[in-house]
């Protein structure tokens, strides 16, 4: 992967060959070998006002015979290409596929931005001007209305995420912040302050997924869809295609949540941690924020997951494309022992990663494995 930054200045084009290029030098796969391209990205045509990007970049690449085509799911759309490399393989279709994902999102003003994600939304409630910061926000105050955690324990997750982020030479923040620096952060939507939300971020990341043996492999990779409109939900704090999704992951896998040790969870927002975690079993219903309270998800903690180790969303970063692409390279750099020991998760064998589409209509989850 490139590194995420609040700003660079290669254009997406580039950002995606460069995190290309590493893959396939990473792989020992020459270019010639690659049967299929399949390139994440949500919004080239509004942020960079360009397209055709799976092209151009079989072109820069030098990649003569492969298929190529982009991928769109929102911000579940670096999994989703993930996904389709994987089915490519699996259907024969291919013997190496190459998933690329990236978003170069600091051209857009902020108000340019925030109208492009905000077309996420459901019609109704983009026209209500109703956002996802919005929507995490009522969530946050549902869920701590409804259980014993506090305020201070929200803050938790993202102190955990920038202390991790802080050693990930890839990541977007390098500062810590405390549980002070997150309360007194600007308001973004009650209860939710500025260090609760993840930034917006240039960036690319890569895989390669081959039929070959590796050292990681991918026992599943499933997607499922949940209610689009949040205000037609029967529960505000249940995020259904997550649940779906995983429950679709673990049968395929043969495997259940008691068994991964790794988890890169889509925490777009601090209340999004607790939730997916608990859709996917990895928290009893009610009971994530005890978890982070007790230092249980932290890469050294007294618990058996650890859950964002490379800062997540909140403070690795959130190039749209990239993101699912980036979570999977971070378990597989942790399954195979590839960074330091700092914030190494003690021999991981399987490990877990929850992209999701908007506050949760669609999401794709992903279990690997260390082979061997």
């Known amino acids: 992967m490139t590194r995420f930054t609040g700003s660079d200045d290669r254009s997406i084009a580039e950002l995606l060959e460069t995190a290309a290029e590493r893959a396939l030098d990473d792989a020992d796969v020459e270019p010639d070998a690659v049967d299929s391209v399949h390139v994440g990205n949500m919004a080239a045509e509004a942020f960079n006002n360009t397209?055709?990007?799976?092209?151009?970049?079989t072109a820069s690449l030098g990649l003569s015979r492969a298929s190529a085509r982009?991928?769109?799911?929102?911000?579940?759309?670096?999994?989703?290409a993930v996904l389709d490399a994987v089915d490519t393989v699996r259907a024969g279709r291919a013997e190496v596929a190459l998933a690329v994902g990236g978003e170069k999102m600091s051209v857009a003003e902020t108000s340019v931005a925030t109208e492009i994600i905000s077309r996420i939304t459901h019609s109704q409630e983009y026209d209500q001007g109703i956002t996802l910061p919005s929507f995490a926000g009522l969530a946050a105050a549902r869920y701590l209305e409804s259980y014993d955690a506090t305020r201070r324990d929200l803050a938790r997750v993202a102190v955990k995420n920038h202390a991790n982020a802080r050693r990930n030479p890839y990541a977007q923040f390098e500062s810590d912040v405390t549980v002070a620096d997150v309360l007194d952060s600007p308001k973004v939507a009650t209860?939710?302050?500025?260090?609760?939300c993840c930034p917006t971020t240039d960036g690319a990341a890569a895989v390669v997924v081959t039929a070959a043996d590796a050292d990681?492999?991918?026992?599943?990779?499933?997607?499922?869809?949940?209610?689009?409109?949040?205000?037609?939900?029967?529960?505000?704090?249940?995020?259904?295609?997550?649940?779906?999704?995983?429950?679709?992951?673990?049968?395929?896998?043969?495997?259940?949540?008691?068994?991964?040790?790794?988890?890169?969870?889509?925490?777009?927002?601090?209340?999004?941690?607790?939730?997916?975690?608990?859709?996917?079993?990895?928290?009893?219903?009610?009971?994530?924020?005890?978890?982070?309270?007790?230092?249980?998800?932290?890469i050294d903690g007294d618990g058996d997951l650890t859950v964002n180790p490379g800062g997540g969303l909140k403070a690795r970063g959130h190039p749209l494309g990239a993101t699912g692409i980036s979570q999977l390279v971070e378990l597989v750099w942790q399954l195979r022992?590839?960074?330091?020991?700092?914030?190494?998760?003690?021999?991981?064998?399987?490990?877990?990663?929850?992209?999701?589409?908007?506050?949760?209509?669609n999401s794709v989850c992903t279990i690997v494995e260390a082979s061997g």
Do not use: K, Q
């Open 70 to 80: 982009r991928i769109e799911n929102t911000s579940a759309t670096g999994a989703s």
């Open 337 to 361: 022992g590839d960074v330091p020991s700092d914030r190494a998760v003690d021999s991981p064998r399987y490990g877990l990663a929850i992209n999701v589409a908007g506050f949760g209509n």
């Open 51 to 57: 397209s055709g990007l799976a092209n151009a970049l």
């Open 216 to 298: 990681v492999s991918v026992t599943a990779c499933e997607s499922a869809v949940g209610v689009h409109a949040v205000a037609d939900r029967a529960d505000p704090l249940r995020i259904e295609s997550a649940a779906a999704a995983g429950r679709a992951a673990y049968d395929a896998a043969g495997t259940d949540p008691d068994e991964i040790d790794v988890a890169c969870i889509h925490d777009a927002f601090t209340i999004l941690e607790w939730l997916e975690m608990e859709e996917l079993g990895l928290a009893e219903r009610g009971e994530a924020w005890r978890l982070t309270r007790e230092g249980r998800t932290e």
């Open 191 to 196: 209860p939710l302050r500025l260090y609760d």
